[in-house]
């Protein structure tokens, strides 16, 4: 078997989670059980969320009687576990380095496989999107999910390519993005970088998945429970810092341009610390992926769960 899989921030997310003995914790991306194996050394109990089904070889040899692991989404942790329950919920966000290690997922534009980038089994795959959807879509796709200023150029090449031929293999639409892109020129990440950020973001419905795992987090969360979220771009990082703002009450004073925002319910949860904790300077370069990593966190208040209308 290979080495145990190392979470990113893991230390800083153990600090803020503060659990122990007799705790339940919730690991909402068990991966490759990274953060639920240092979960489990604390004495606490762990039910962990994934939805992709071939996680499961990861979860050999953790104590029956301590360790659950559910194959569902993380936004569906309410409706397994109930209102209140968990003393801590832990999320560390995006595709794992598993699943970007195995070249048969489709979410690595460094190796060749199928264009897939599915996190889960079931569901369109990134060849159905770039070789369906009309092209306006695929632009947008590109564009707010993979934040490519040429996601225009991108999506008319691509459209233009697919009438004579179908996108099939990674490497093939890599290659083709950086062709269309005018080549690398020095480029500090690969071309095709934000082009499949865009494409697995919309593949697995990431932002509105983090949206509702949220949600489901604050009713599952215990008063005292605490919250940690593991972000890598800014679109997942801007979702958990406005909820997080706007659940402990820090609406905007507003201006002459602007009304101030009507308040909202009482506060559901209290920050642990103003803004992002980054990881050290000894971690990313241990670990280079965690190098564009932010954690945010807080503690649930005693304040009811907030409803829709709030």
């Known amino acids: 078997m290979s080495a145990p899989h190392v979470?990113?921030?893991?230390?800083?997310?153990?600090?803020?989670?503060?659990?122990?003995?007799?705790?339940t914790v919730v690991d909402g991306t068990f991966g490759a059980g990274g953060y639920t194996r240092a979960f489990l050394a604390?004495?606490?109990?762990?039910?962990?969320?994934?939805?992709?089904p071939t996680v499961r070889r990861f979860a050999a040899g953790f104590p029956d009687d301590r360790f659950r692991l559910v194959e569902a989404r993380f936004s569906e942790m309410d409706a397994v576990l109930g209102e209140g329950h968990a003393d801590g919920v832990a999320l560390d966000l995006g595709v794992s380095s598993m699943q970007i290690d195995e070249a048969d997922r489709?979410?690595?534009?460094?190796?060749?496989?199928?264009?897939?980038?599915?996190?889960?089994a079931d569901g369109p795959t990134a060849a159905d999107l770039v070789n369906t959807l009309e092209q306006e879509e695929l632009a947008r796709i590109i564009f707010v999910y993979g934040e490519e200023r040429e996601s225009r150029r991108v999506a008319r090449?691509?459209?233009?390519?697919?009438?004579?031929?179908?996108?099939?293999?990674t490497l093939e639409l890599a290659e083709f993005v950086e062709k269309s892109l005018g080549g690398r020129r020095g480029a500090k990440i690969h071309p095709a970088t934000r082009t499949f950020q865009g494409l697995r973001i919309a593949v697995n419905e990431e932002l509105s998945e983090?949206?509702?795992?949220?949600?489901?987090?604050?009713?599952?969360?215990?008063?005292?429970?605490?919250?940690?979220?593991?972000?890598f771009h800014s679109l997942e990082d801007r979702i958990v810092k406005n909820f997080l703002s706007v659940r402990a009450g820090r609406t905007?004073?507003?201006?002459?341009?602007?009304?101030?925002?009507?308040?909202?319910?009482?506060?559901?949860?209290?920050?642990?610390?103003?803004?992002?904790?980054?990881?050290?300077?000894?971690?990313?370069?241990?670990n280079p992926?965690?190098?564009?990593?932010?954690?945010?966190?807080?503690?649930?208040?005693?304040a009811p769960v907030w409803r829709a209308a709030a």
């Open 7 to 23: 979470s990113v921030l893991l230390d800083e997310v153990l600090e803020n989670l503060a659990i122990g003995p007799g705790d």
């Open 42 to 52: 604390t004495g606490a109990k762990v039910v962990a969320f994934d939805r992709d």
């Open 106 to 120: 489709g979410f690595s534009f460094m190796q060749d496989g199928p264009l897939d980038m599915r996190m889960g």
């Open 157 to 169: 090449a691509i459209v233009r390519r697919r009438e004579a031929q179908p996108f099939t293999r």
């Open 210 to 231: 983090l949206e509702d795992g949220l949600v489901a987090a604050e009713r599952v969360l215990k008063a005292g429970g605490r919250l940690c979220v593991v972000t």
């Open 252 to 286: 905007p004073a507003g201006s002459r341009h602007a009304p101030p925002v009507e308040k909202g319910a009482e506060p559901s949860f209290r920050l642990l610390f103003n803004g992002a904790q980054s990881p050290s300077d000894e971690e990313t370069r241990a």
């Open 289 to 302: 992926r965690a190098r564009s990593a932010k954690l945010r966190a807080a503690v649930r208040t005693e």
